[in-house]
C-alpha cells in the first residue's frame, strides 16, 4: 500500500514539474541544441578551417599550423571521437578546403598549400604550393581560404597589415583574389580590412564580412564583384597594377565622416554594405558565413544565411533580397552560448552545423581558448521574424508561426528606429543620425504569417532597428528574437497603401526635422561627448588645490587578448591619484573603475544601452561606477584624476565596451 501511495505521488510530482516546464520561457536551446567535441588535452584545436569529409570524417586545421582528422564527430555509437594528426609545421593557416581526390587545399600566411597523403597512411607527405604571395612580416597578415566557388573557382582574402592603421605593406593585401585549377591568379575587388569570412553562394554571388576598424563604422556584410571598392583605401595601392580591375586611386577617397552610402554615390566602385550589422548590438567580429542548403533539416530558414561572431561567440542570422539590382536585407540575432570565438562554420552530413572556435590574441566573451561544438535542430519551429522585405512604403514582416492578430495589429507592438555610420579613417563610428519612424498602417494577412506596416518615411542608406516586443503567436509565445536590424539600398516600386486607408493614429515622435513621406534627408549628426569637458567621474585637467601634484601616478596599458597590461595596483586610501590609460590596441576601450563585487553587472548594464550606448561612452548610469576615461581610439591615451577611495578593499577596473568586460579586468587594492 506504502508503495503504490510513494509511485503515485511520484507520477503527481512529475505532472507538476513537467507542467512548469512548459510554462517555463523557450530559449534558444529548446530549438538549437549545442553538442560540445572532447578534445584531448595533448591536442591544441584553435580552430581555423573546417572541412566535412564524405566518409564522416571532420578536418580542422588550427592556428598552430596543424591540420587533426577527427572521426565520429558526430558522437554515435560510444560518443567519443579520435583525432590524428594529418599534418604539421604550416603558418597559422585560417581555412581548408576538401578536395574530391581526398587531398586539401589552405591557405598559410604566404601561399595555398596542396596537402596530399599519396601511401594512403592517413598521414600528409606532400605539401606542395599551389601559388605563393609576398609577405612584409607584419604580425597581421592573417590569409583566409580558400572558398570554393560553385564554378570551381579558388576564392582566397589577404587581411591588411596593421601598424596603427590598417597597410597593405605586401602586394594585394586586402584584395579578393581568384584563382583556377591551374593556379593561375586573377585580382577581382580591394578595400577589404580583416575579410575572416566569405561565401560564394549558390547563384554564384559573393559576399564576405567585415570587421568594424578604421574606415570601418560597425560589422558589415558587402556583395563583392570585379572591380568593387568596399571601403578601407589602404589596398588601392595596387590599384594601378596591369591586372588590377579596381581602378580608384587612395586619394580619391574623402574623409568627411559623411556615411558611407551618401559617398558611394559620388565615387564610382565604392560598394554600400548589403547588411550592416550594428556594433555591439548584434556583435563585434564578424567571422564566417553559411548559406543553408540542409533543406530544412537545420530549420525554418532555407535559403537564408547564417553568420558567426568571433567577439561575441555566437551566430546571427541574415535574410537577402536583391531591389533594383541591389542587394540588401536584415540581420537578427539566432544563438549565444558558444565556448569560445567562432571562426569557421561547416554544415554536417546531416544538415546539423559544426562550429570551430579560438580566442588566443582575439578573445571572446566565451570562456574556454577553443573547441569544436555542433549546433542541431530539435526539430521544434521557434516564433521567429522569418523574414523582414521592404515595401514602397515601410515592410512586410513574415512569421514562423501564426501571430496572434491583435498583437500584430497594435502600433505598441512594435518600434522603429533609423540611424548609421561615419565613413571615415578613424577606428569605429558612434551611432549617428539616430531618429524614430512613425507606424501609420498595419495590415495583417488572414494567415496570421504577415503583417505589412507602412512608416510615416523610409530612409535610403539606413539601418532600419525593428523592434517587435509586443508580438504573440496565436499559441501566446513571445518572438524568441525580437529584434532585427535592416539596411535599405532601395525602395522597392509598387503599391502604397492610400493615406485615406491608414489604420493607425499615433502622435509623431521623430526628432528629424526633414522628414516626409516616402524618402528622407539625412537629420542632424549625434556626435559623443567632447573629450575636454570634466564631470565629477572622469576628471581630465589636475585639480587646482593639488598643489604638489599627486601622491601617485598609475600608467596602465593594453594587451592583446582583451587584456590590460597590469592585472593589478594598489593604492593608498584618500590619496591623490594620476590615472593614465594608453590604449595601445588595434581596438577601441575605456576604463572604468567600480565598486567591489560590481564589475561584471556594470559590464551587462553597458550592453543594455543599446543605441545610447556611443553617447553614454559604454558607461552606465550607476552609483557602482566611480571614475571612468572616455572609450579610447587605437593607439590613444587619456588620463584622469581621482580621490582613491577612504574604505580599503579590492576595487576592479575594466572595459565595458561590450563584450569586453568579462575578460579586460583588473584589480586596484586600496590599503590602509
Known sequence: MKKGIAYSLIVLLTSVLA???????????????????????????EVGGLAVLPDGRLAASTRRGEVWMITNPYLKGSGQPSYKRFAHGLHEPLGLLYRPDGSFLLSQRGEITHLVDSDNDGVADIYESFYKWPLSGNYHEYSYGPVQAPNGDLLVTLNLDWIGRGASLAKWRGWLLKFDDKANMTPIATGLRSPAGYVALQNGDMFYTENQGDWVGSGRMTHLESGDFAGNPAGLRWSQEPESPVKLKTEDIPDTGEPLYEV???????????????HTLMGISTSDIREDMTKGAFGPFEGQLFVGDQGHSKIMRVMLEKVKGRWQGICFPFREGFQSGILRMVWGLDGSMFVGQTSRGWSA????????QRLVWTGKTPFEMKTVKATPDGFEVEFTLPVDKKTAQDAASYQFNTFT????????????????????????ADNGLKARIVLDSLKLGYIHEIKAEGIRSAAGLPLLHNVGYYT????????????????????????????????????????????????????????ADWSNGPDQVIILGTKP???????????KAGSKIKWVFNNNDDMLHNCVLVKP???????????????KGPDMQYVPKSANVLFHTNILQPETSETIYFIAPSEPGDYTFLCTFPGHHTLMQGKMKVTK
Do not use: C
Request: hydrophobic fraction near 35%.
Open 597 to 611: 563585487g560590481t564589475a561584471n553587472p556594470t559590464g551587462e548594464a553597458a550592453i543594455k544601452l543599446g543605441l
Open 488 to 543: 535599405l539600398n532601395e525602395i522597392p516600386d509598387g503599391e502604397k497603401i492610400p493615406t485615406s486607408q491608414w489604420n493607425v493614429v499615433a502622435p509623431a515622435k521623430m526628432a528629424d526635422a526633414n522628414a516626409h513621406a516616402g524618402h528622407t534627408m539625412p537629420a542632424a549628426t549625434t556626435t559623443t561627448p567632447a573629450k575636454a569637458s570634466n564631470s565629477p567621474k572622469r576628471i581630465v585637467e589636475q585639480p
Open 19 to 45: 507542467g512548469q516546464a512548459q510554462n517555463r520561457p523557450m530559449t534558444e536551446e529548446d530549438y538549437y541544441r549545442i553538442v560540445t567535441l572532447p578534445i584531448p588535452e595533448t591536442v591544441q584545436l
Open 365 to 372: 566573451t566565451g570562456k574556454d581558448n577553443f573547441g569544436i
Open 561 to 571: 587578448g582583451l587584456k590590460f597590461d597590469l592585472a593589478d595596483v594598489q593604492v
Open 421 to 444: 555610420y561615419k565613413y571615415h579613417r578613424t577606428y569605429g563610428s558612434p551611432i549617428i543620425r539616430a531618429s524614430e519612424r512613425v507606424i501609420k498602417h498595419i495590415q495583417v
Open 264 to 278: 558611394a554615390k559620388r565615387v564610382p566602385g565604392l560598394k554600400a554594405p548589403a547588411v550592416w550589422f550594428p
